[in-house]
């Protein structure tokens, strides 16, 4: 069975740095798509980054020049490196998976996801 499991999350200054990790396990074939979702209190959820299983990356135009998607396909692990903070950042951040590039640009709709990591900007 699939599972992604994140870590990293916390509460931090605006201004301040996180880097989100996102552990996969339970497969056996490749995800072409891995990405980055976020939902703040109140609002829907918006994806944040992606990146396919050739390195291509995409970003939302909030988060571009701050956020960093990258992944470790030795460790099975994916990551988002957050820098420069902001109050706006505050919700709560997923991870998602699918073997299939369903939208192009991995915009989903993906079918695995993890439980999701706390991430609080204070300003």
């Known amino acids: 069975q699939v599972q992604l499991v994140e870590s990293g999350g916390g509460s931090v200054q605006a201004g301040g740095s996180l880097r989100l990790s996102c552990a996969a396990s339970?497969?056996?074939?490749?995800?072409?798509?891995m990405g980055w979702f976020r939902q703040a209190p109140g609002k829907e959820r918006e994806g944040v980054a992606a990146?396919?299983?050739?390195?291509?990356?995409t970003y939302a135009d909030s988060v571009k020049g701050r956020f960093t998607i990258s992944k470790d396909n030795a460790k099975n692990t994916l990551y988002l490196q957050m820098n420069s903070l902001k109050p706006e950042d505050t919700a709560m951040y997923y991870c998602?998976?699918?073997?299939?590039?369903?939208?192009?640009?991995?915009?989903?709709?993906?079918?695995?996801w993890g439980q999701g990591t706390q991430v609080t900007v204070s300003s």
């Open positions: 998602a998976a699918d073997p299939k590039n369903y939208g192009g640009s991995c915009v989903g709709p993906y079918g695995y």
């Open positions: 990146i396919d299983s050739d390195g291509s990356t």
């Open positions: 339970g497969y056996t074939y490749s995800f072409y798509c």
